[in-house]
Protein backbone atom coordinates (compact mmCIF):
# COMPACT_ATOMS: atom_id res chain seq x y z
CA UNK A 1 0.00 0.00 0.00
CA UNK A 2 2.72 2.76 1.03
CA UNK A 3 5.23 1.43 -1.75
CA UNK A 4 2.07 2.19 -4.38
CA UNK A 5 1.19 5.50 -2.59
CA UNK A 6 5.24 6.68 -3.03
CA UNK A 7 4.47 5.77 -6.97
CA UNK A 8 1.84 7.19 -7.53
CA UNK A 9 3.03 10.35 -5.82
CA UNK A 10 6.39 9.72 -7.84
CA UNK A 11 4.15 10.00 -11.10
CA UNK A 12 2.56 13.20 -10.30
CA UNK A 13 5.35 14.83 -9.21
CA UNK A 14 7.29 13.75 -12.76
CA UNK A 15 3.84 15.19 -14.85
CA UNK A 16 3.71 18.54 -12.80
CA UNK A 17 7.82 18.59 -13.66
CA UNK A 18 7.66 17.91 -16.73
CA UNK A 19 4.74 20.35 -17.87
CA UNK A 20 6.42 22.92 -16.02
CA UNK A 21 9.59 22.96 -18.08
CA UNK A 22 7.64 22.80 -21.10
CA UNK A 23 6.59 26.60 -20.14
CA UNK A 24 2.91 27.57 -20.79
CA UNK A 25 2.49 26.35 -24.17
CA UNK A 26 0.48 27.98 -26.47
CA UNK A 27 -1.47 26.20 -29.68
CA UNK A 28 -0.18 27.58 -32.63
CA UNK A 29 -1.64 27.62 -35.64
CA UNK A 30 1.52 27.28 -38.31
CA UNK A 31 4.88 26.24 -38.07
CA UNK A 32 8.29 26.73 -40.57
CA UNK A 33 11.33 24.26 -40.60
CA UNK A 34 14.44 25.36 -41.60
CA UNK A 35 17.22 22.95 -41.39
CA UNK A 36 17.69 22.39 -37.07
CA UNK A 37 15.58 25.55 -36.53
CA UNK A 38 11.52 25.81 -36.32
CA UNK A 39 9.19 28.64 -35.61
CA UNK A 40 5.93 28.53 -34.78
CA UNK A 41 3.10 30.85 -34.27
CA UNK A 42 -0.38 31.87 -34.47
CA UNK A 43 -2.20 35.44 -34.54
CA UNK A 44 -3.45 36.08 -30.94
CA UNK A 45 -5.93 39.35 -31.30
CA UNK A 46 -3.55 42.00 -31.37
CA UNK A 47 -0.49 40.02 -30.55
CA UNK A 48 1.40 37.20 -31.98
CA UNK A 49 2.40 34.04 -29.70
CA UNK A 50 5.53 32.66 -31.07
CA UNK A 51 7.47 29.45 -30.24
CA UNK A 52 11.35 28.86 -31.61
CA UNK A 53 13.23 25.74 -31.19
CA UNK A 54 16.85 24.96 -32.34
CA UNK A 55 19.38 22.01 -31.78
CA UNK A 56 21.34 24.16 -29.76
CA UNK A 57 22.47 25.18 -26.35
CA UNK A 58 23.06 28.85 -26.89
CA UNK A 59 20.57 31.44 -28.28
CA UNK A 60 17.48 31.05 -30.95
CA UNK A 61 15.74 34.20 -32.57
CA UNK A 62 13.52 35.96 -34.99
CA UNK A 63 13.45 39.00 -36.40
CA UNK A 64 11.36 40.59 -38.44
CA UNK A 65 10.85 42.87 -41.27
CA UNK A 66 14.64 44.30 -41.70
CA UNK A 67 15.06 47.07 -44.50
CA UNK A 68 18.59 44.86 -45.62
CA UNK A 69 20.44 42.01 -44.02
CA UNK A 70 19.89 42.23 -40.88
CA UNK A 71 18.91 45.96 -40.38
CA UNK A 72 16.11 47.57 -39.05
CA UNK A 73 14.73 44.33 -38.61
CA UNK A 74 12.85 43.99 -34.89
CA UNK A 75 14.31 40.91 -33.07
CA UNK A 76 12.90 38.61 -30.52
CA UNK A 77 16.17 36.41 -28.75
CA UNK A 78 16.26 34.00 -26.64
CA UNK A 79 18.17 31.45 -24.37
CA UNK A 80 18.22 29.74 -21.30
CA UNK A 81 20.79 29.43 -18.56
CA UNK A 82 20.94 27.38 -15.49
CA UNK A 83 16.68 26.88 -16.12
CA UNK A 84 16.32 30.54 -16.59
CA UNK A 85 14.34 31.90 -19.55
CA UNK A 86 16.00 35.68 -20.50
CA UNK A 87 14.12 36.68 -24.03
CA UNK A 88 15.16 40.32 -25.09
CA UNK A 89 13.62 42.50 -27.70
CA UNK A 90 15.93 43.90 -30.06
CA UNK A 91 16.92 46.44 -33.04
CA UNK A 92 19.10 45.27 -36.04
CA UNK A 93 21.18 48.47 -35.94
CA UNK A 94 23.48 47.88 -38.58
CA UNK A 95 23.31 45.08 -41.66
CA UNK A 96 25.36 42.67 -39.04
CA UNK A 97 24.28 43.64 -35.74
CA UNK A 98 21.75 44.45 -33.07
CA UNK A 99 20.88 46.00 -29.88
CA UNK A 100 18.54 46.05 -27.23
CA UNK A 101 15.47 47.88 -27.80
CA UNK A 102 15.72 49.99 -24.06
CA UNK A 103 19.83 50.74 -24.74
CA UNK A 104 17.90 52.25 -28.26
CA UNK A 105 15.47 54.58 -26.09
CA UNK A 106 12.64 52.22 -26.90
CA UNK A 107 10.98 49.66 -24.60
CA UNK A 108 10.71 45.97 -24.08
CA UNK A 109 7.79 44.73 -25.33
CA UNK A 110 8.22 41.10 -25.26
CA UNK A 111 6.46 39.26 -22.95
CA UNK A 112 8.42 36.05 -21.84
CA UNK A 113 5.86 33.00 -21.88
CA UNK A 114 8.01 29.98 -21.20
CA UNK A 115 11.41 28.04 -22.41
CA UNK A 116 13.27 25.25 -21.98
CA UNK A 117 16.77 23.89 -22.87
CA UNK A 118 16.63 20.01 -23.07
CA UNK A 119 18.81 17.57 -24.52
CA UNK A 120 20.85 19.95 -26.65
CA UNK A 121 17.25 21.65 -27.98
CA UNK A 122 16.54 25.31 -26.85
CA UNK A 123 13.06 26.40 -27.40
CA UNK A 124 11.47 29.85 -26.22
CA UNK A 125 7.91 31.06 -26.19
CA UNK A 126 6.92 34.27 -26.27
CA UNK A 127 4.10 36.94 -27.46
CA UNK A 128 4.98 40.41 -29.08
CA UNK A 129 2.46 42.84 -30.20
CA UNK A 130 1.56 43.53 -33.78
CA UNK A 131 1.46 46.99 -33.32
CA UNK A 132 4.13 48.14 -30.87
CA UNK A 133 4.21 51.87 -29.45
CA UNK A 134 7.70 51.79 -29.79
CA UNK A 135 9.21 52.64 -33.08
CA UNK A 136 11.76 50.14 -33.70
CA UNK A 137 9.65 47.20 -33.36
CA UNK A 138 7.39 48.61 -36.11
CA UNK A 139 4.15 46.85 -37.38
CA UNK A 140 3.47 43.44 -38.37
CA UNK A 141 1.11 42.97 -40.52
CA UNK A 142 -0.95 40.29 -40.92
CA UNK A 143 -2.84 40.76 -44.41
CA UNK A 144 0.62 41.16 -46.20
CA UNK A 145 4.40 39.40 -46.72
CA UNK A 146 6.38 39.48 -43.88
CA UNK A 147 10.23 39.25 -44.17
CA UNK A 148 10.56 36.62 -41.42
CA UNK A 149 14.89 36.20 -39.96
CA UNK A 150 15.43 33.13 -38.44
CA UNK A 151 18.61 32.48 -36.65
CA UNK A 152 20.21 30.31 -33.74
CA UNK A 153 24.05 30.56 -32.24
CA UNK A 154 25.88 27.71 -30.14
CA UNK A 155 27.44 26.87 -27.16
CA UNK A 156 27.26 30.29 -25.40
CA UNK A 157 24.18 31.76 -24.16
CA UNK A 158 26.08 35.35 -25.28
CA UNK A 159 24.00 37.48 -27.65
CA UNK A 160 27.56 38.64 -28.70
CA UNK A 161 28.29 35.36 -30.32
CA UNK A 162 27.43 35.23 -33.88
CA UNK A 163 25.23 32.59 -35.73
CA UNK A 164 25.93 29.27 -36.36
CA UNK A 165 22.75 28.95 -38.55
CA UNK A 166 20.56 31.98 -40.14
CA UNK A 167 18.00 32.01 -42.86
CA UNK A 168 15.38 34.47 -44.90
CA UNK A 169 12.06 33.76 -45.39
CA UNK A 170 8.87 35.54 -46.64
CA UNK A 171 5.88 34.54 -44.99
CA UNK A 172 2.11 35.32 -44.65
CA UNK A 173 1.70 35.50 -40.57
CA UNK A 174 -1.72 35.47 -41.03
CA UNK A 175 -2.32 32.62 -43.75
CA UNK A 176 1.12 30.93 -42.96
CA UNK A 177 1.91 30.91 -46.00
CA UNK A 178 6.09 30.85 -47.27
CA UNK A 179 6.95 32.12 -50.44
C1 LIG B 1 25.44 39.20 -32.09
C2 LIG B 1 24.66 38.53 -32.89
C3 LIG B 1 24.83 38.53 -34.39
C4 LIG B 1 25.94 38.81 -35.13
C5 LIG B 1 27.34 39.18 -34.65
C6 LIG B 1 25.57 38.67 -36.51
C7 LIG B 1 26.43 38.89 -37.58
C8 LIG B 1 26.11 38.73 -38.90
C9 LIG B 1 27.02 38.88 -40.01
C10 LIG B 1 28.51 39.26 -39.87
C11 LIG B 1 26.34 38.62 -41.14
C12 LIG B 1 26.90 38.68 -42.59
C13 LIG B 1 27.74 37.48 -42.85
C14 LIG B 1 26.93 36.21 -42.89
O1 LIG B 1 26.07 36.10 -43.75
O2 LIG B 1 27.16 35.35 -42.03
C15 LIG B 1 24.99 38.30 -40.77
C16 LIG B 1 23.99 37.95 -41.63
C17 LIG B 1 22.73 37.56 -41.26
N1 LIG B 1 22.23 37.48 -40.00
FE1 LIG B 1 23.20 37.95 -38.29
N2 LIG B 1 24.25 38.32 -36.59
C18 LIG B 1 23.76 38.22 -35.31
C19 LIG B 1 22.46 37.91 -34.93
C20 LIG B 1 21.44 37.58 -35.80
C21 LIG B 1 20.10 37.26 -35.44
C22 LIG B 1 19.56 37.27 -34.00
C23 LIG B 1 19.41 36.96 -36.59
C24 LIG B 1 17.98 36.54 -36.80
C25 LIG B 1 17.14 36.18 -35.87
C26 LIG B 1 20.35 37.08 -37.68
C27 LIG B 1 20.06 36.84 -39.00
C28 LIG B 1 20.93 37.04 -40.05
C29 LIG B 1 20.58 36.78 -41.45
C30 LIG B 1 19.24 36.24 -41.95
C31 LIG B 1 21.70 37.12 -42.20
C32 LIG B 1 21.83 37.07 -43.71
C33 LIG B 1 21.35 38.39 -44.26
C34 LIG B 1 21.43 38.46 -45.77
O3 LIG B 1 22.52 38.18 -46.32
O4 LIG B 1 20.43 38.82 -46.39
N3 LIG B 1 21.56 37.49 -37.16
N4 LIG B 1 24.89 38.37 -39.40
Given at each position: ???????????????????????????????????????S??????????K?????????????????????????????????????????????????????????????????????????E??????????????????????????????????????????????????????
Amino acid sequence: MLQRMIQSVAIGCFLVFGVASQGIAADYDHTVEAKKMTFSWKIDGENLAGKLTAETDGWVGVGFNPSEKMKDANYVIGYVKKGVVTIVDEFGTTSTGHKNDTKLGGTEDVKVVGGSEEGGITTIEFSIPLKSEDKNDGNIDVTADTTVLLAYGAGRDSLKSKHKFRTTMTINLGTGEVK
